[in-house]
């Protein structure tokens, strides 16, 4: 019993002595410890997301830093688009051209582009027209653009080489998942000419928000001997004769939701660049005039364009009225949902305009395009045309597919 | 000839002429006094898990090839700067979230040659109290965006960083104090 008693003392002791409170110095001393430890623990973490911050930037720039040619692809891009188009067109003059039954790749087309410094970079389009070029064959290859820009000031741009002239809404914008329409509208086509480039300097820039202006003097148009319609004239900037030069100004206004208003003006100097015609016509100068409006709201949009040339009255030596070419057109459009869109355009063009022979052409298209994805598209389109007595007139649907990235 | 240089000057004079405006283009600094007046600028990092980067890929429709993205926050509010190129080249957007919602959005900067238009107030205001719709993987806005003329590639592409900045919002512990 008593040997008990000694033993529950001494284990009652023990405990006592194991577990007494600390003193103040024993916690402040402890305290020291952790304060220490945090500040170690803290400091390593630090360093521990400053190194995997360090991995994630190697990482992330390990293409570039690792491979020059990967450093080059990050500055170069690549885009392209391109269309293929079925027409069925009946063309209504008894003994006329054939009826017009084809398939088309009319268009296919890469864009490249590099950027050199932040303020220098340049930008081109190749493309192939109807497939197929070369000798006999029906399709061209053509450098629409190539151009080196410099933004000289944050708004401020210059260009130099071969671009797209600013004037009309399709010429410079025309990936087929922009516009209504399996073919490009026949107004922009005939009268402004699009789709038009030429070779040149121009300066862009913004004079005020929503305010820009475009100036450019570029090579001038050439119609040879013979020639007369204003879409002939384009040189393409191929071995273009450059006796003489054109002037182009363009103002825009974009200062609203969904609306575009655009001015443009042009001078050609002598559109025979120094040549006579064997009518007897020569030094033809002349202007070109264009105005349009586009506008959207919600589902709806609405493009109005016109556009008139008035040339030396000289050119209606080689044909008859000649000497104005003017057209227009409006075109109502409504997205009933985010996939699907219809449109009616109504235009009119003439390129003999100035006498008082009837020579305008007019046609009504009505369509829909239905978007596969953003920049898919599939179009359908039925036009019917009115010309003058005893000229083609073709009539039909045409079918498309096009796509941009 | 000589009329040929008379031309050649005028123009030239018309040109020079025509240029007076300097825009601005808008610092992060900037940005970030906008978005948290009168605080400290200090960056946080989300980090990109395998399935944030599907669904940010998702979104934008190609690939996402950073591990994590930058950002401010405070409070609910979250501000983003992301780049997404539109025709060609990076358009600097920068978005801020507050609740799950847009509250502004902001083109620090703009690159390409056209569609600049995304950067004015009329385009970026349609922005405000949007949010985020998901829908079996498919991400929209709640409300539509009305696109401008000659300019669709640039307004798809800030769609899709106003999308991304949302989608980001979502994962941060900023949006989880918002939620509740």
Known sequence: ??????????????????????????????????????????????????????????????????????????????????????????????????????????????FFGHQFTDDVRFYSELEVEHSISGE???????????????????????????????????????????????????????????????????????????????????????????????????????????????????????????????????YQEDILQGETHSSGATNIDGVLLETHLTYQTGPFALRALYASWNLDKALSATKTGADEQKGWYIEPSFKATEKVGVFARYGAWDNQASDSADSEITQLDLGVNYWLADSVVLKADYQNQTVPKGQDEFDGINLGVGWSY | MLMFKNKLFTFLLTLSLSIFSQAEVISVEKFHNQAFPESELRWQTLWLNQDLRIKAEKLLGHSFKELRVRYFGQNKRTAWILDEIGKELPITIGVVIENNQIIDVVILEFRESRGGEVAYPFFTKQFNNLNLFINEEDYKLSHDIDGISGATLSVRAVKRVAMLALLFHQQTNFSQSSSQ
């Open chain 1, 136 to 266: 006999g064959q029906v399709g061209e290859v053509e450098v629409e653009q190539a151009f080196v820009e410099w933004d000289y000031s944050e708004t401020q741009s210059a260009k130099a080489g071969t671009f797209l002239m600013p004037v009309g809404i399709l010429n410079e914008t025309h990936e087929p998942d922009t516009f209504y329409g399996v073919e490009r509208n026949s107004v922009e086509k005939n009268i402004i000419p699009a789709t038009w480039w030429e070779g040149g300097v121009s300066l862009s820039g913004e004079i005020a928000e929503g305010l820009s202006y475009d100036a450019a003097l570029t090579s001038g148009l050439y119609l040879e001997d013979g020639k007369y319609k204003i879409r002939d004239g384009r040189q393409k900037a191929g071995e273009a004769k450059a006796d003489d030069f054109s002037y182009t100004a363009r103002i825009k206004y974009t200062g609203i939701q969904g609306l575009e208003l655009a001015a443009t003006l042009q």
């Open chain 1, 1 to 110: 019993m008593f040997k008990q008693t000694l033993l529950a003392a001494a284990v009652t002791t023990a405990s006592v002595s194991i577990y007494a409170t600390p003193t103040s110095e024993d916690m402040w001393q402890k305290i020291q410890e952790q304060q220490t430890e945090i500040k170690a623990l803290t400091t390593q973490l630090n360093e521990t997301e400053i190194k995997i911050s360090a991995a994630a930037d190697a990482i992330e720039n390990n293409v570039s830093a690792g491979s020059k040619l990967a450093a080059w692809a990050e500055k170069t891009t690549v885009g392209g688009y391109g269309e293929m188009h079925y027409n069925n067109l009946d063309n209504q003059l008894d003994g006329g051209k054939d009826d017009k039954d084809e398939l088309d790749l009319h268009r296919f087309v890469l």
